[in-house]
């Protein structure tokens, strides 16, 4: 999977954890369902996205699980990736050489992807709207070559 496709697949994304444990004092956005990505609201930038892309997320006990099911570049992919929400490092998506990190920013779920070398390679910011029907995913990256990119990223709850 190319590095464009894996920072739209990760949801940090990117992105979420709806049981917020003893050491946070208040309740936590609950992300868990079904979102499917909103294309036409969406912006990936001069590189292109996902042209369809369904994420089944699950949150148990500040745990973050993702599905993902999606296509673009005329490819199929789909990834998966359970991470505690603890602001420490732990194992990338499969395929991805690095690790992965989610942590709280008030209500705002941060997942950041780095490489072996430290580099970091995307962070993403998603929240929740009010109404609990629209994720969005604010996130910037860095390809291997260099190139920076900026993605906005809107899912509808399905």
Same mark, same amino acid.
Request: net charge negative.
């Given at each position: 999977?190319?590095?464009? &496709?894996?920072?739209? $697949?990760?949801?940090?994304? &990117?992105?979420? !954890? #709806?049981?917020?444990?003893? !050491? ?9 369902? $079904?979102? *499917?990505?909103?294309?036409? *609201? ?7 996205? %996902? ?8 949150? =148990?006990?500040?745990? #973050? *699980? ?17 991470? %505690?929400?603890? @602001? =420490?490092?732990? %194992? ?10 989610? +942590? ?14 430290? $580099? ?7 929240? &929740? ?6 994720? $969005?995913?604010?996130?910037? @990256? ?7 990119? +900026? ?5 509808? +709850?399905?």
């Amino acid at each position: 999977m190319k590095l464009s &496709l894996c920072s739209a $697949t990760v949801f940090a994304i &990117l992105g979420a !954890a #709806f049981c917020a444990g003893p !050491a946070y004092s208040q309740a936590k956005p609950d992300f868990s369902g $079904t979102w *499917k990505l909103n294309v036409k *609201k969406s912006d990936f930038g001069t590189e292109g996205g %996902p042209t369809s892309l369904v994420v089944k997320v699950e949150h =148990k006990n500040n745990v #973050f *699980k993702y599905v993902v099911d999606g296509s673009g570049g005329g490819e199929d992919f789909h990834q998966e990736l359970e991470i %505690p929400i603890d @602001g =420490k490092e732990h %194992p990338g998506p499969e395929g991805f050489p690095g690790t992965s990190m989610m +942590k709280w920013d008030g209500e705002v779920l941060v997942l950041e992807l780095k490489m072996d070398d430290g $580099t970091v390679v995307q962070q993403g910011r998603m929240q &929740l709207s009010a109404d609990g029907k629209v994720i $969005t995913r604010d996130s910037h @990256g860095k390809s291997p070559d260099g190139n920076e990119s +900026k993605q906005h990223e809107v899912y509808d +709850k399905q």
